[in-house]
């Protein structure tokens, strides 16, 4: 029999030890064995002892940690309900360390030149090559590589950067040590020092989130199948040449403003998780019935993939809202049916709570601002915490007159403290948009999200029946629905493209003020609900 001496306890490893010894050992010898045996099995117990004592600091640790985390959540839930907002700059060193060691430990770094004052307003005028922002940007490397190198002397500073920023001052670099938090914070050279993948949403990715379908453990993927119980009529109507128009499109006048205008020769992208290669409606279909003599791009900037399919499908629905085609294959018709087009996979859902995809979606809108053809961004993505990095893309986009759409949020029974407008969504360079019931009186959705930074509402839920907005399942010619301040999003941005089209000239603050003016609660701003309904039929008079 073979004794497993390494699951014995240790005093019969010793004795074991000792027999083997004695009996295979001269007379002479047997004294020395023994003590030195003694020696080894001292240093194996001393061992033992250590690993067990790493054991219990691990534990110790780990649940250090998750008392950090649960009164990390605490404050941003405090910050939120008391604010409508919540800044990174306003948590302490130790909350913002708890957050990086609870996620990848990536860190994003605004930064400037010592002399530089505020830069927000024009962040599109800055070259992050010239000379005093590439030597700000040397000196807050420099200042991580000291710091960091304590801990990791192997570490080099051309190898510190995760992702390389080619437009925005912002450096995104994973840290090991809380004192190179501290010096980043202090320094005159930040502008802020934040963890990008952190959200306290990713808290209730277990059995919560599993188990209702939500934003965890998925984040709005899945679902987007035909739904072959709408009925004519009701749920829809037909127009030629044998498209589907949602049962909604009536509340806002789009049938009528479409003898107006179709959204031709406006941009507009949508950034969200992709687009399904599978839906020919926005691919090899996309110029068919009433639909001609337009384009459809398809890209990516979420880091590690390669390829714009959408495997969620928020992303093909969002686009299909925007911009199907008004075709002859009995599919559901996009707002603006005739307007070019770019999606962008820059998440894989849309809960923006991994460091990867504030890079991508900061790329995306870096992206579209410095292409001239865009003019209109829908993002119907967000999150309860703030990001500076993609923050300052936002502003990069509006200082080159991108006019930008974003979702107030959607949430769910066990999100349900996260009341208010989420990020982005809630910075005034964007328009904020939610969704409501078609019921007379402004009521939000069940899930929709309502707030003082609102501006625009859609209706796109039947408050009967709870239906939802019509729009292009994954695959097939058989309509999925799709609810939430998501659609009315998508929904609003194709209203803007007709708008757009129809007055080629008008500059983004035209437009506004033409979608203002002719909303539903003009000139009164109401608290949760903004100028109220938009109005495609008056807006492209």
Known sequence: MIINWLKAPAFFVYLGLVIIFIVQSPKNCIMKKILALSGCCIVLLSCSKNIKDQQAIASADAQDLKSSQLQLNQYIKDQFQQTGYFNWKDASDEMVWTAMQSTDNIIAVGYKPLQEKSIENRLHTININDAKWSAAKQQVMQLIYNSERKFNPSIRIENMEVWKEKVLPVIDVKITSIETLKLLRKSGLVRYAEPMGYDPIKEFDNEAALASGGIGGGSGCGGYNGNTSLLAGSDYSVVSPNAKVSWNYTYHGIQNAWTKSTGAGVKVMVIDSGVSPDQANLGSEFNQGLSSGRTIEKMFTLPGEISSDDPCGHGTAM???????????????????????????????????????????????????????????????????????????????????????????????????????????????????????????????????????????????????????????????????????????????????????????????????????????????????????????????
């Open 319 to 541: 686009s299909g809202a925007v911009a199907a085609p008004r075709c002859a294959d009995g599919n559901a018709c996009g707002v603006a049916y005739n307007c070019n087009f770019v999606i962008c996979r820059a998440t894989r859902d849309v809960y923006l709570d991994e460091s990867s995809e504030v890079k991508g979606v900061s790329d995306a809108y870096t992206w579209a601002a410095d292409n001239s053809t865009v003019q209109i961004i829908s993002m119907s993505l967000g999150r309860v915490t703030g990001s500076g990095q993609i923050k300052d893309a936002i502003q990069y986009a509006s200082g080159k007159g991108k006019l930008m759409f974003c979702a107030g949020g959607t949430s769910f029974s066990w999100t349900a403290f996260f009341v208010g407008v989420i990020f982005p969504a809630s910075l005034t360079e964007v328009q904020a948009i939610t969704g409501v019931k078609d019921a007379p009186a402004l009521n939000a959705c069940a899930d929709c999200h309502k707030g003082k930074q609102i501006d625009y509402v859609i209706v796109m839920e039947k408050q009967s029946t709870g239906l939802h907005a019509l729009s292009t399942a994954m695959t097939g010619d058989v309509p999925t629905t799709v609810g939430g301040s998501s659609v009315s999003t998508a929904t609003a941005a194709g209203i803007a493209a007709l708008v757009w089209s129809k007055n080629p000239t008008f500059t983004r603050d035209d437009v506004l003020n033409k979608l203002t003016t002719t909303a539903s609660g003009y000139p009164t701003k109401s608290k949760n609900y903004g100028w109220g309904k938009l109005n495609a039929d008056a807006a492209t008079n």
